[in-house]
């Protein structure tokens, strides 16, 4: 995988690392991550998984880094000898099946993420990016889209792989801490942060980086803040890049805001917080604004915890959340999202409504091990085609 940052792609990738079945043995590989980033290694300690860091396979494109990167994951393929070369998004996508491609790898397979080919680069960039893509397809045996809306746009719109090559597994977590103790997490987490019980907590989740759009969710505040009464806090859980840009942005919209745990603002930043059982439990709404999106994890999980949401209608969204009933989706417009969020916020009994809704969505769709059958399936099904047949194992 690219890197151990905080994300759906690090839980997908540990607990198909841990929890396959006895017959495949996993050797887990990635790159380091970003300053800006957050550590997810102690996702790895939990499930005591030990993995191969490259150091050189890092998250910019660096000729001479990827190049070193490329020739070290050789010398792994040929110490482990690996009858599947599994990769995860982008560079680890690039790396790993070109790597594997040369070293005869028997199956090939490649789970997108997300995508890089509309609101990251200018169009002669995606360009080469989607024919790069379309060319590793070619060496892959399968394609893994993490959501129905996902294969579509890599099949049909940006003609990736055919369809024949595109399977869509969702991705999966372990979700029951999320519906453990929150009656009590709520009040732990609001006592830190100094939420009164009449104020309204608004979370967005996720890196600061410019593909979620923070700037949008400043502006939603700032239209609320004008037409509304209702006493609300806002909080931007998580840190990067982009941090001193969107706090200058709020300064720009006369938006008090704070990095400081107990303190009072409209607007918090509380940087990374591993515990986000807490931080779901403590919330009353959590949003998202991304320009776009494969599988949020944060929806996934704001859903387990019972906690409304707003967010962008893009990429895999709808296929995360149910419409309606535990989400309220809306265009680019910041204005129809701050009323979305003034809906939910005005109405405790549609707020009630849509937390029951949550938990049963997610409970079996989005689980671990729901996700592992899901990928030991298409193994077996590429292993099979290419003669390695599913061999019979007794136990006594």
């Known amino acids: 995988m690219n890197r151990f940052n905080l994300g759906g792609p690090t839980y997908n990738a540990a607990f ?10 996993t050797l887990l590989v990635g790159g380091e991550i970003d300053k800006s980033e957050n550590s997810s290694l102690h996702i790895l300690d939990d499930l005591n998984i030990k993995p191969i860091i490259v150091p050189e396979m890092k998250r910019s494109i660096n000729y001479n880094n ?18 599947i070369i599994h990769t995860h998004a982008s560079k680890a996508g690039s790396l790993g099946r070109w790597a594997a ?16 080919f509309h609101s990251y680069f200018g169009p002669a960039k995606t360009s080469i990016v989607k024919s790069v893509e379309r060319s590793l397809a070619k060496v892959s045996n399968s394609i893994v889209a993490i959501s129905n809306k996902q294969k579509y746009e890599l099949c049909e719109e940006h003609k990736i792989a055919p369809e024949d090559k595109v399977t869509v597994i969702p991705l999966g977590f372990d ?13 732990q987490f609001r006592k830190a942060y100094n939420i009164s019980d009449d104020e309204i907590a608004v979370g967005i989740i996720g890196r600061l980086v410019p593909i979620k759009n923070h700037s949008f969710f400043i502006d939603a505040i700032e239209h609320l803040k004008k037409y509304t009464d209702i006493p609300m806090r806002f909080f931007i859980v998580g840190d990067g890049e982009m941090r001193s840009e969107i706090e200058q942005y709020a300064r720009s919209k006369k938006i008090s805001f704070t990095g400081k745990k107990g303190e009072k603002a409209t607007l918090t930043f509380t940087s990374w917080i591993k515990e986000i059982d807490e931080v779901n439990a403590g919330m009353d709404i959590i949003t998202l604004c991304s320009l776009n999106e494969g599988t949020p994890v944060s929806l996934i999980e704001a859903q387990a915890s019972g906690t409304p949401i707003v967010a962008t209608k893009v990429g895999g969204i709808e296929d995360v959340v149910q419409v309606g009933k535990t989400a309220l989706l809306t265009g680019n417009d910041h204005k129809d999202f701050a009323d979305k969020i003034l809906k939910l916020a005005s109405d405790s009994r549609l707020r009630h409504k849509m937390e029951g809704y949550g938990w049963k969505f997610v409970e079996s769709k989005f689980h671990y091990s729901r996700l592992v059958k899901d990928m030991e399936d298409l193994y077996w099904n ?3 085609k290419v003669g390695l047949k599913k061999r019979v194992f007794a136990t006594a």
Not at 66 to 76: G, M, N, S
Not at 175 to 187: A, V, Y
């Open 16 to 25: 198909l690392t841990k929890y396959m079945s006895p017959e495949f043995k």
């Open 66 to 83: 990827d190049l070193v990167a490329y020739y070290k994951i050789k010398e792994i393929i040929h110490r482990f000898k690996p009858d």
């Open 101 to 116: 491609y040369r070293c005869n790898v028997p199956v090939v397979v490649h789970t997108f993420h997300g995508h890089v």
């Open 175 to 187: 979700l029951e801490k999320f519906q453990e103790n929150k009656d009590s997490k709520r009040i």
């Open 382 to 384: 590429q292993l099979n």
